[in-house]
């Protein structure tokens, strides 16, 4: 028999599997049956798991069964897509959207979103007697209140600047969604790949913030305290000099200094003449990223490049308090990946310099070291070593070796791959967000001979 001849039957042929076989069958890749939905208007709908795939795509269309299956499939995926959201009022948040200033004044806040969102700003408030008094109140940027309202947790209204005299015992519908989008795109330097930025990683459990605030009352975190002070390198210099000196004597009275070292003689004249500087001296290709890279052009970097830094990401167990953010984890990028190339060496460079240098990070722990446990006697020797005995010991040291300091020292590898400066590039592709991390490396700071 023909397969363009066949019917569709009342009910589709069922085949009995083993229980094993289809809890297994579960977690392959397959299409959503959305008819086994619930019906619209039911407390708490559930989404199906995932199932087999019934045929394989024919090269003359599908026959009548297959083709009755798949449009009760896509009709009942339609019918789940129309249906409303339903929110606690419990739960539910008001505010009221503000065009002039591009902010969204929070009414009501509820709910865990404004631990992480939002801001104090103050803002002039007309009072019983007609006068104008600062007062502070919470408001969210563009980004944030469109992602409140497109999960369905903030209902706004839009501030109307003209005069409703004998309306005011009427009450407007809040905003949609597509209203919402449509009023927000566009302010603040929002644009629409910044925001499925944003609500990407919300969704995730990050905390994005601005880098750049968009008003004084934004805040930012504090900046990187430089340890090269301009008034301490004299006594720095002083001390080292100091440490340098005593250093030598002791190792000088204990017998572990080495006499031919040339070197050790002129760093006292020259403060320059040490082993790894003369090593620098005889590279005869510069390296290190202190050397700006050449180029024809005066400014190689177009003012209106989009490789800016626009959002500030913290990790889900970073200890974030949105009065006195930290320091972020990473700094993101968010460009057009139909619209804007590949960054050049100039644009990395230009992004780089205003990043700050990260530490390198610890080796890991394979195992936990084993604990000694060590006799009485052994704890009470120290104690009962008289001072004599120690300033001897300190005079005529014994030959055995001195123990290692148990700070472990970074590995060089893993060093080299984490980079001394990280920027992460969104690029965003019609929704498609994919992530790419830059890293500035410090080959000449790790010598491998």
Same mark, same amino acid.
């Given at each position: ?295 024809? +052009?005066? #400014? &190689?970097? *177009?003012?209106? =490049? ?10 889900? /167990? $970073? ?46 722990? +394979?195992? #936990? &070291?084993? *604990?000694?446990? =060590? ?10 070593? /008289? $001072? ?62």
């Amino acid at each position: 028999m023909d397969d363009a001849l066949e019917r569709p039957r009342p009910q589709p042929a069922t085949t009995t599997l083993d229980p094993a076989e289809e809890e297994s069958s579960g977690g392959e890749d397959g299409g959503l049956d959305w008819t086994k939905l619930p019906k619209v208007g039911t407390v708490r709908p559930v989404i199906p798991k995932r199932g087999e795939k019934d045929f394989e795509p024919a090269p003359g269309g599908g026959s009548g069964l297959q083709v009755h299956v798949l449009d009760r499939a896509r009709a009942a995926m339609f019918d789940a897509l129309k249906a409303d959201r339903a929110i606690s009022s419990k739960s539910a948040s008001y505010g009221i959207w503000c065009p002039h200033i591009s902010r969204v004044h929070v009414t009501v806040a509820r709910g865990i979103h404004f631990s992480v969102m939002g801001h104090s700003a103050a803002r002039p408030t007309s009072i019983d007697d007609g006068s104008m008094k600062l007062q502070k109140r919470l408001e969210l940027l563009p980004e944030e209140a469109l992602y409140l309202i497109e999960r369905g947790a903030l209902f706004c209204w839009k501030d109307i600047q003209a005069d409703l005299t004998g309306l005011d015992d009427v009450e407007g519908a809040p905003m949609s969604v597509q209203q919402a989008f449509a009023e927000i795109i566009g302010k603040e330097d929002l644009t629409l790949e910044k925001y499925q930025v944003f609500a990407y990683l919300r969704r995730l459990g990050y905390v994005v913030t601005r880098t750049n605030p968009p008003s004084p009352s934004y805040p930012v975190p504090s900046p990187r305290i430089g340890g090269d002070g301009a008034s301490l390198s004299f006594y720095r210099r002083l001390s080292s000099i100091f440490s340098l000196f005593t250093t030598s004597v002791l190792r000088f009275w204990r017998g572990s200094v080495h006499w031919w070292r040339p070197l050790r003689i002129s760093r006292w004249i020259h403060h320059d003449k040490s082993y790894s500087n003369v090593l620098k001296s005889l590279r005869v290709i510069p390296t290190g990223h202190s050397v700006a890279p050449h180029s024809s +052009r005066a #400014t &190689p970097v *177009v003012p209106s =490049s989009p490789y800016k830094i626009f959002y500030n990401m913290y990790k889900p /167990s $970073t200890n974030f308090r949105k009065t006195t953010p930290p320091q972020p984890d990473f700094q993101i990028v968010v460009i057009n990946a139909r619209t804007a190339f590949v960054p050049s060496l100039y644009e990395l460079t230009e992004l780089f310099n205003v990043l700050p240098e990260t530490p390198p990070p610890l080796p890991r722990k +394979r195992g #936990t &070291p084993p *604990v000694v446990q =060590s006799s009485p006697a052994a704890v009470a020797s120290p104690v009962s070593t /008289s $001072t004599f005995r120690q300033i001897l010991l300190w005079l005529l040291p014994s030959s055995t070796p001195q123990p290692i300091s148990s700070q472990p020292r970074p590995h060089p590898f893993a060093a080299l791959k984490a980079g001394k400066k990280n920027i992460v590039i969104a690029a965003v592709d019609s929704g498609n967000i994919s992530f790419f991390r830059f890293s500035q490396g410090a080959f000449e700071e790790w010598p491998t001979l």
